[in-house]
């Protein structure tokens, strides 16, 4: 075997192993998702303590907080195990009765799409929450979630057709041959 090739199967090892580099940031995000849930805990008790004496608006504003939550910890589980099964390994065999369904189905295109969709979701819940608590909200901070909160369904609208326009193309590529 002639040196460029062993240095070129060494590079191409090197590479190829380096994505186990990833590892510790699904890890760390794992660490995320109990912290989120020391903070849904959080917004339980407080429910929990406030159920008599607060207005019905607060218990709503609180409610939509765990909700908020709980849609960023789908979406961090969401990119966890996508995110590992798709650039790091196989999260577990396919004979494992807890593993979703989902799991293998996302591929990064996908996963784009699921976390922008999670992000306007999370974005209308902070959104609505203001809109909760109007009276005590600035016309411009207004003004500036609603503009946040459509410059993200806009980016999920164009990521969504972006993509489309995208499968169209390759799915006519492969009927053309190409």
């Known amino acids: 075997m002639a040196l460029g090739q062993?240095?070129?199967?060494?590079?191409?090892?090197?590479?190829?192993?380096?994505?186990?580099?990833?590892a510790p940031f699904y890890v760390a995000l794992a660490?995320?998702?109990?912290?989120?849930?020391?903070?849904?805990?959080?917004?339980?008790?407080?429910?929990?303590?406030?159920?008599?004496?607060?207005?019905?608006?607060s218990v709503v504003l609180d409610t939509l907080g765990l909700i908020d939550l709980t849609l960023t910890s789908s979406?961090?589980?969401?990119?966890?195990?996508?995110?590992?099964?798709?650039?790091?390994?196989?999260?577990?065999?396919d004979s494992d009765a807890n593993r979703p369904a989902w799991l293998t189905k996302i591929d990064f295109g996908g996963l784009k799409l699921k976390l922008m969709s999670s992000i306007v979701?999370?974005?209308?819940?902070q959104t609505l929450?203001?809109?909760?608590?109007v009276n005590n909200v600035s016309d411009r901070n207004l003004a500036w979630y609603v503009g946040i909160h459509l410059s993200f369904v806009l980016s999920a609208?164009?990521?969504?057709?972006?993509d489309?326009?995208?499968?169209?193309?390759?799915?006519?590529?492969?009927?053309?041959?190409h």
């Open 157 to 162: 609208v164009l990521l969504a057709l972006s």
């Open 121 to 125: 979701a999370i974005s209308a819940i």
């Open 75 to 93: 979406l961090v589980v969401l990119v966890i195990f996508s995110g590992f099964e798709n650039f790091v390994a196989q999260v577990a065999d």
């Open 6 to 22: 062993k240095i070129e199967l060494v590079t191409q090892r090197v590479l190829f192993t380096s994505r186990w580099l990833l």
């Open 31 to 57: 660490f995320c998702l109990f912290i989120l849930m020391l903070k849904a805990g959080q917004h339980v008790l407080h429910l929990i303590h406030g159920a008599i004496s607060s207005s019905e608006s």
């Open 164 to 177: 489309r326009i995208a499968g169209h193309s390759s799915a006519k590529e492969e009927d053309d041959g």
């Open 129 to 133: 929450r203001v809109f909760m608590d």
